[in-house]
């Protein structure tokens, strides 16, 4: 069964870091391009960062640049957000999403984790 599982989240004060995983289960993700995308309320869901299967390369939105670090464990299976310098804008639920390098219709998305900025 193919899953991608997220973990943690959590409540931090604003300045304060959280380092999110996301585990994947049923598939390697190393031809696998990882992504994490993020969804406040109110608002659609929009890409925090990308990285390719051999982790070369990573792009990052222009909110997060500079704070945030995505990373991947091939060997684990397991993709990595790892969030610095957090802002109360930051408060979503973050999931991670895999795309298949030479199939996009090989998609998968984790349930989400909660991530909420507040003093």
């Known amino acids: 069964q193919v899953q991608l599982v997220e973990s943690g989240g959590g409540l931090v004060q604003p300045g304060g870091s959280l380092r999110l995983s996301c585990a994947a289960s049923?598939?390697?993700?190393?031809?696998?391009?990882m992504s994490w995308y993020r969804q406040a309320p109110g608002k659609e869901r929009e890409l925090v960062a990308d990285i390719t299967s051999g982790g070369v390369t990573t792009i990052y939105a222009g909110s997060v640049k500079g704070r945030f670090s995505i990373t991947r464990d091939n060997a684990k299976n397991t993709m990595y957000l790892q969030m610095n310098s957090l802002k109360p804008e930051d408060t979503a639920v973050y999931y991670c999403k895999a795309r298949h390098q030479m199939a996009s219709t090989r998609t998968y998305w984790g349930q989400g984790t909660q991530v909420t900025v507040s003093s």
């Open positions: 049923g598939f390697t993700i190393r031809t696998y391009l």
